[in-house]
């Protein structure tokens, strides 16, 4: 794995929806746990959603939990995670992160190998 690239953020609008992407050019995904992070101004870094290697397994966090979906696509290569109903508490850098193996999704709050650069979400209010 050499790289992951976050897109997809930007500005919004209390109550809009966003889909973030994660993509890992010239690598793979596949066989990876892949999971989103953020991180809000003076705030910890924290777990916002996770999926296992197969796809079949998925983690929430609280704060999102029944507004957001997490998804992969293999044939692209890539990861989402769809927003919906959002708030200004979302506001932050969402970071994708990618670990090599097959435990379950939530294993993703320890130890990612790899960490992409991030990319702004705000929410106005």
């Known amino acids: 794995q050499s790289q992951l690239v976050e897109s997809g953020g930007g500005l919004v609008q209390t109550g809009a929806s966003l889909r973030l992407s994660c993509t890992a050019p010239?690598?793979?995904?596949?066989?990876?746990?892949v999971g989103w992070f953020r991180q809000a101004p003076g705030k910890e870094r924290e777990g916002v959603s996770c999926?296992?290697?197969?796809?079949?397994?998925?983690y929430y966090g609280d704060s999102v939990k029944g507004r957001s979906t997490i998804s992969r696509d293999s044939g692209k290569n890539a990861v989402y995670l769809e927003m919906s109903n959002l708030k200004p508490e979302d506001t932050g850098v969402y970071y994708c992160?990618?670990?090599?193996?097959?435990?379950?999704?939530?294993?993703?709050?320890?130890?990612?190998?790899?960490w992409g650069k991030g990319t702004l979400v705000t929410v106005s209010s």
């Open positions: 992160a990618a670990k090599y193996g097959s435990a379950p999704a939530r294993s993703c709050l320890n130890n990612m190998e790899y």
């Open positions: 010239g690598g793979t995904l596949d066989y990876y746990i």
């Open positions: 999926i296992n290697a197969s796809g079949g397994n998925t």
